[in-house]
């Protein structure tokens, strides 16, 4: 069984802009996960998704897949807490999320990745941002998503249960709490339909990878 949670359609605005997050809904997932979800919060996320695409310095990477050198499948880039964020609104997204999670989080979001997926072809396979804290505590990872919608999957770690479905892009936000990180996985798989680029911005406490 597949659950289909429903994206936001279009983003109209041109000023970009956050909205308020007196509209996250949160979905209990099983073992202690949970996900908080606000679709738009961020207005005008396709013209930011296009200076983002053009102008963050994307990095491609190649790793080891059991006996060969492979290409990842998407570009990153990575900002630590110390490193300016390439445009203001995502410095008062990161600030937005850390006040509104402080008293269930205790701390703040710090660090910033950002993935760009070129195009269906790009993806993630199957993992939990377990290198870290997130391997034995209870964390949080924020995931705001620009451009095109891409669906993120979530399943129960090691497969099995019903599989979340949730198109992210145009601004919209996900929030993966409690032990999601340990006891769920996630994915962006590949798609065959025709799309045009996206940008996910992941937003982790430090310590989390």
Do not use: N
Request: aromatic share 6%; proline share 7%; hydrophobic share 35%.
């Amino acid at each position: 069984m597949t659950t289909h949670l429903q994206g936001s359609l279009f983003d109209q605005a041109d000023e970009v802009r956050l909205g308020p997050l007196d509209g996250l809904r949160r979905t209990a997932l099983g073992s202690g996960a949970w996900i908080d979800v606000l679709p738009g919060w961020l207005g005008g996320a396709d013209a930011l998704c296009e200076r983002l695409t053009a102008e963050v310095p994307w990095r491609a990477e190649r790793r080891a897949m059991y006996d060969r050198v492979v290409d990842v499948p998407r570009l990153l880039a990575f900002y630590r807490a110390a490193d300016p964020l390439p445009y203001p609104v995502l410095d008062e997204a990161r600030g937005a999320l850390s006040a509104h999670y402080a008293g269930e989080l205790g701390e703040p979001f710090t660090t910033a990745g950002l993935c760009l997926y070129r195009d269906g072809r790009d993806s993630v396979a199957w993992h939990g941002d377990r290198h870290g804290r997130g391997a034995h505590r209870d964390t949080m990872v924020a995931i705001l998503s620009v451009g095109a919608p891409r669906d993120l999957l979530l399943r129960p770690a090691g497969g099995g249960g019903d599989t979340v479905r949730r198109p992210l892009g145009h601004g919209d936000l996900i929030v993966m709490g409690g032990s999601c990180q340990r006891t769920w996985e996630h994915c962006v798989p590949k798609s065959t339909r025709a799309t045009g680029p996206r940008v996910s911005v992941q937003f982790r406490p430090h310590g989390v990878r």
